[in-house]
């Protein structure tokens, strides 16, 4: 009988969220860990893998499993590794997709990056469904992207594809960003890009706002957005600067793939209208004629609290076609 469940993990810097989701995309069961709890990697798999043996067992037993998808920063999909990721614990390469799957006594794993996971639970439960070209760009703390053409993610030939956010969009002094360039795009359209453009604004200009009574140190981008829904004038140019800088990426990532849609998901997509507008116009405007009005601007359908789960989730339908070339790769890289 066919096995009606799959497992999503989502590791991130503070917390590895995970649950037993079923073909419609409904989380049955779900826990969670501190990921910084666990310095040891073998200490971190003993904590995770007691979690999962704990909400499968809920749902069921392993038999009831048809895989398991890890969503993680630096996360690569072909070794089924996290490599070099610098908000996590551990450092180096860490073979998580194997070290979990030999706790689960064989369950088979698939891990893969988190924006990518997001892209895939677009495609399998959400507003991506029935599309075969689109991109998925996650406005978070950074700007990820995943990038599906003809119906399959785009890895590249490393597995490291699709890193959108560190394109660079200014050249000429541009932002210095974390991955140690400058000009980067989540340096400007990220959550922490846009307080860093109200902390210029405030620094550079004398007009009056909302954001002159708060600690420049301590603005957020949802105190950007409070001011803006109160019709702040400087909130809402700071809104404005920032949709454009994206409008006119995007008008760059149709070029590259002729996307059907561009799907906008995190915490910045929550402002709506008032990130969304300027995008839609920078974005036209800056399109080459043969691909204008053909590319749709979406929202995510996924519940933001649920949708890390589900996008790793869905890497667990597809998992049994992967994991026997993950795991020739890792016994490759061993023995070389």
Not at 114 to 133: C, L, S, V
Request: aromatic share 8%; net charge negative.
């Amino acid at each position: 009988m066919e096995k009606p469940y799959v497992v999503g993990i989502d590791i991130g810097g503070t917390n590895s969220v995970f649950g037993v989701v079923d073909a419609r995309g409904t989380i049955l069961y779900s826990s969670s860990i501190k990921t910084g709890k666990y310095p040891d990697i073998n200490e971190y798999v003993t904590a995770l893998g007691d979690g999962l043996k704990t909400i499968i067992d809920q749902a069921g037993g392993p038999e009831k499993i048809k895989g398991i998808g890890i969503g993680a920063p630096n996360g690569n999909f072909f070794n089924g590794c996290i490599e070099f990721a610098p908000n996590l614990p551990w450092r180096g390469v860490i073979p998580l997709a194997q070290l979990v799957s030999d706790y689960l006594d064989g369950i088979p794993v698939a891990l893969t990056n988190d924006a990518n996971a997001a892209a895939i639970g677009e495609m399998t439960y959400g507003a991506a469904r029935g599309m075969k070209d689109f991109i998925v760009i996650t406005l978070g703390t950074g700007v990820g992207s995943g990038i599906v053409i003809g119906g399959n993610l785009v890895y590249g030939h490393d597995g490291f594809a699709g890193e959108l956010g560190h394109v660079i969009v200014r050249r000429n002094n541009g932002r210095p960003c974390g991955c140690g360039r400058q000009g980067c795009l989540e340096t400007y359209a990220s959550a922490t890009g846009v307080a860093r453009t109200a902390r210029e604004f405030l620094e550079i200009r004398k007009d009056e706002s909302l954001l002159r009574d708060l600690d420049p140190d301590e603005i957020t981008s949802k105190d950007v957005y409070d001011a803006a829904m109160k019709n702040d004038k400087m909130a809402l140019e700071i809104f404005e600067f920032t949709g454009n800088i994206l409008g006119e990426a995007f008008a760059d990532f149709v070029a590259f793939s002729s996307p059907e849609a561009i799907i906008l998901f995190g915490g910045l997509a929550k402002s709506g209208d008032l990130i969304m507008n300027p995008i839609k116009r920078a974005m036209e405007k800056n399109m080459l004629k043969i691909y204008q009005g053909k590319t749709k601007l979406l929202f995510s359908q996924l519940k933001e609290s649920d949708a890390a789960v589900l996008g790793a989730s869905a890497l667990g339908w597809e998992v049994k076609d992967t994991s026997a070339a993950s795991a020739a790769l890792v016994s490759g890289s061993k023995e070389a």
